[in-house]
């Protein structure tokens, strides 16, 4: 993975930051500010039941596919935390999405965390659609693992730290970067 990445400019976006800090808000005005690019990909939300959060869904930008990625309620071998991750629906939902498409100039992923990171088809996807010609912005953990820290420190990476005092002024930046990108390296 990396001998590719070394030789290319950053070309991929990722935002950090602590939880609620706002990278899927962010991430979500990115996409919707980037839709001439016509960006493929997902975001995740909290499910929340009373106030208290329950887990994750996955929404397609497009709007047209959802899936649970995590639930208190879903019992099984792949835990992180109280959560049990749902892991054949995760890697269904992926597939349906064609993140991979040669046509598809902008992905986005919201997000390579440690719930995701357990399944090894999200993990061979990241790195090829890192390599890959398409522009990926993608939310990334905090928090740091192998395969987390490894993308983190690829030579095509330019990593931001999202925070309550940056989120909004972060906007037009990384779009202005990206579509700067997107005219120089049509594909």
């Known amino acids: 993975m990396h001998k590719k990445a070394m030789a290319r400019p950053s070309k991929n976006i990722l935002l950090t930051g602590l939880p609620g800090s706002g990278k899927t808000t962010l991430i979500q ?84 965390g440690k719930m995701e990171c357990i399944s090894t088809k999200f993990l061979d996807l990241v790195a090829k659609l890192l390599d890959a010609d398409a522009l990926v912005i993608a939310t990334i953990s905090l928090k740091t693992n192998g395969f987390i820290d490894e993308v983190k420190h690829r030579g095509d990476v330019r990593l931001y730290e999202v925070t309550e005092k940056n989120r909004d002024t972060l906007l037009p930046d990384i779009a202005s970067f990206v579509r700067s990108l997107l005219a120089s390296h049509k594909t």
């Open 29 to 112: 005005k990115l996409a919707d500010e980037l839709r001439e690019y016509r960006p493929v990909g997902f975001f995740t939300e909290e499910i929340r039941s009373h106030g208290v959060r329950k887990g994750f869904k996955l929404t397609s930008l497009d709007g047209q596919r959802t899936g649970t990625l995590a639930h208190v309620d879903i019992k099984g071998s792949h835990r992180v935390g109280k959560y049990g991750v749902v892991l054949d629906g995760f890697e269904q939902f992926l597939g349906m999405l064609r993140l991979l498409d040669p046509s598809s100039r902008l992905v986005i992923i919201d997000e390579i």
